[in-house]
């Protein structure tokens, strides 16, 4: 999943899809779910041969604490892979490496039974630069992509950097995690197909 800058989603709710539930997601389940051996298919800005795969590589929980690792394999014959790393505990779920470098603290980029309406304030070194931004919950709404029709939560973040201001917007399920993602005003992410750990 393409990640907060690079940002490119634990909550017990109900599913807010309008397609059916894929086989093996539970009635109630995590909106970016961190268990071994999920995966989940993009396809990059709407560009059907460019199709990114993540996989959760590694997963451990402790204390009410899961840390994993999700392996994503970039499309086309060149591609490297590269590792990202997450935590999820009763606050929400958050960032914890990209590739090799870490984010410092933590970003949240989904908080624990998110409504419409709220919002959080998210702050981070990486890579030496710090970066400021809100996370908004927008109302849920039906998105299409190629894996299917959606009712989905939007998730917009809004960066205020000196100089430049910009936001993307990540829709997301419960039991599934993220399903389309919008940057720039652009379509960049759009799940291809999903599936659950066994």
Do not use: C
Request: charged share 20%.
């Amino acid at each position: 999943m393409s990640r907060l800058v690079p940002l490119v989603a634990l909550a017990l709710v109900v599913p807010l899809s309008a397609a059916p539930v894929p086989k093996g997601v539970k009635a109630k389940a995590d909106y970016y779910p961190l268990a071994l051996g999920t995966k989940w298919e993009y396809v990059r800005y709407q560009n059907a041969d460019n199709v990114w795969a993540e996989e959760v590589t590694e997963s451990t929980t402790k204390d009410g604490v899961t840390t994993a690792t999700v392996r994503i394999t970039p499309g086309g014959a060149n591609a490297v892979p590269h590792d990202t790393s997450y935590k999820a505990d009763a606050d929400g779920w958050y960032f914890l490496t990209q590739a090799d470098t870490a984010y410092d603290p933590p970003a949240m980029f989904v908080k624990t039974d998110p409504k419409p309406g709220d919002t959080w304030e998210l702050k981070y070194a990486l890579g030496g630069t710090v970066y400021a931004a809100t996370a908004t919950v927008g109302q849920p709404e039906k998105v299409k992509v190629p894996a299917g029709e959606y009712t989905a939560l939007p998730i917009t973040i809004e960066f205020d950097q000196p100089g430049q201001r910009r936001a993307y917007t990540n829709w997301y399920i419960a039991g599934v995690g993220m399903v389309k993602q919008v940057s720039g005003g652009r379509v960049s992410q759009e799940l291809k197909s999903f599936t659950p750990a066994k």
